[in-house]
């Protein structure tokens, strides 16, 4: 269902009892909320939440920014190497309030926030800026906007950047399928039938590209969000994969060391997407961190 939030409309599913305590999900760049997968969002459900999922702005069915046209991001990337912000057509602050637009669209007082990847960096900034509104935040494969730490591999930023320039379907599909599988768990390799499967799948719900660029240009004008991490009260876990080639450790490290009492859960053979075979210890971690969040309210 679509919902108006902050302004624009956004693409909802909710799982599970309305009265149960809610937990919000953010998914990452171009990234649908289908990323969050049925098995895990069951999970959840099955611990006694409320699950919700949305695809953020300029993603999936979600509203899209088409006037705003292409953003220059070598020039936008520039600047920010000179602490210089250039002008975007929004930011990961936008995209927080879009999170919270979306509670207030259903009703929602207060929420469990968990995000992966660019959703845990919009994550963050919930529980930075609206702590009467988190209960508890989970941070994934996330990191600070610190610009010392650690770059993605070679391979990784490759995939990510250089985006097929076609519009011929199978070109697209079988570069995102390389992409999931250099950026994927290298302990838990997925068969290649099961990924093309699932960018099919994801393809034929919505292919919007242009939607890309401008997410990468609202994380670069985000800068280094660590003075603000500092300003979390609410309960924090971050889970980050120790073979995460996009973000690297570092940046899990990073995000627990800048947040107030934040736990963090290494996993070995973890890349940077959510393995099946991990769904039971990712969703029981972040129940604990939930459920220590509502017995202190």
């Not at 956004?10 to 305590?21: L, T």
């Not at 920014?65 to 600047?79: S, T, V």
């Not at 509104?133 to 010392?148: A, C, F, H, V, W």
Request: charged residues 25%; proline residues 6%; glycine residues 10%.
């Amino acid at each position: 269902m679509k919902v108006a939030a902050n302004g624009i409309e956004i693409e909802v599913e909710s799982f599970g009892a309305d009265d149960a305590p809610a937990m919000l999900l953010i998914m990452g760049l171009g990234a649908q909320l289908t990323r969050w997968s049925i098995p895990f969002v069951e999970a959840l459900v099955a611990r006694g939440y409320r699950v919700i999922r949305y695809d953020n702005r300029d993603v999936g069915l979600s509203t899209k920014f088409d006037a705003a046209g292409a953003p220059k991001l070598a020039r936008i990337m520039g600047l920010a190497m000179i602490g210089v912000k250039a002008r975007v057509p929004y930011t990961l602050d936008d995209m927080a309030a879009d999170a919270i637009g979306v509670l207030d669209a259903l009703g929602i007082d207060r929420a469990h926030i968990v995000g992966a990847s660019m959703g845990g960096m919009i994550a963050q900034l919930v529980a930075a800026h609206y702590p009467e509104r988190t209960l508890s935040l989970t941070s994934i494969m996330s990191t600070t906007g610190n610009r010392s730490l650690p770059r993605a591999t070679k391979e990784a930023t490759a995939v990510l950047m250089d985006r097929p320039k076609t519009r011929d379907r199978e070109t697209i599909i079988a570069h995102a399928v390389r992409a999931a599988a250099v950026i994927g768990s290298p302990g838990y390799r997925v068969e290649a039938g099961e990924l093309r499967a699932k960018v099919v799948r994801d393809f034929e719900r919505m292919h919007y590209p242009a939607g890309f660029a401008r997410q990468i240009a609202a994380i670069t004008v985000g800068g280094d969000r660590r003075k603000r991490l500092a300003a979390i009260t609410a309960p924090t876990l971050v889970i980050h994969g120790t073979d995460d080639p996009l973000v690297p450790i570092a940046g899990g490290r990073d995000t627990a060391a800048s947040i107030p009492g934040a736990v963090l859960h290494e996993m070995p053979g973890m890349g940077h997407d959510l393995p099946e075979p991990l769904i039971p210890t990712v969703c029981d971690l972040i129940d604990g961190i939930a459920r220590q969040a509502e017995a202190i309210r």
